[in-house]
């Protein structure tokens, strides 16, 4: 009964979900960026991740219109980003920019974010500082205390008070085309999501 209850929950979520992102964009471009949808170990924060960097990176000009225009900020945050200078810039970049490839999930670069994730968690550490889990050849962006998969993302891409840009010039470099995401819970900030991209 339970096991049943669970799926009916989950289903639910998946449908409201793919309503509120279906509004906007059409079948066919949730199609073309979802490419981790059938990653079974992923959790749906983190598929949503890959979902909205693909998005943006695909289509940027409706990613500006559907996703970008009208953000100012989350729930738990309010609006922080409503005349953020980071947010405006973002909006220009995006106007001008031409399309890129969308990223594939990578399963090494999915490992190596887990494990930073765990242990910046388990800490309450943020940065780029790992301790036991291994450095290797990758971008990676952190982001903190979101919630959902696209506040992750738009995190990241408006990357308010990072002056060098450096979790937006990540998600949008177009020599990058494998990703790895995984999204913990943090002692600090509730939960930190990890993203590393290769080429």
Not at 81 to 101: D, F, G
Request: aromatic share 10%; with cysteine; hydrophobic share 35%.
């Amino acid at each position: 009964m339970m096991k049943r209850i669970s799926i009916l929950c989950l289903t639910l979520l998946l449908i409201q979900f793919s309503n509120a992102i279906a509004q906007n964009w059409t079948s066919t471009q949730i199609e073309k960026a979802n490419t981790a949808k059938d990653v079974a170990y992923l959790t749906n924060v983190e598929k949503e991740c890959i979902l909205y960097i693909n998005l943006c990176r695909l289509y940027p000009k409706d990613f500006l219109k559907y996703e970008v225009v009208n953000y100012v900020g989350t729930e738990k945050y309010g609006d922080y980003v409503k005349n953020s200078t980071y947010r405006q810039s973002l909006i220009q970049q995006l106007n001008s920019m031409a399309p890129v490839n969308a990223l594939y999930f990578d399963s090494e670069a999915y490992k190596n974010a887990k494990c930073f994730a765990i242990e910046q968690g388990k800490v309450g550490t943020i940065g780029h500082t790992r301790i036991n889990c291994k450095d290797g050849n990758y971008a990676e962006c952190c982001s903190y205390g979101m919630d959902t998969g696209k506040d992750i993302v738009l995190q990241l891409l408006i990357d308010h008070d990072v002056p060098s840009l450096g979790h937006r010039i990540n998600c949008l470099n177009k020599d990058y085309s494998k990703i790895g995401v995984s999204v913990q819970n943090h002692l600090k900030w509730d939960t930190c999501a990890v993203l590393d991209m290769i080429w």
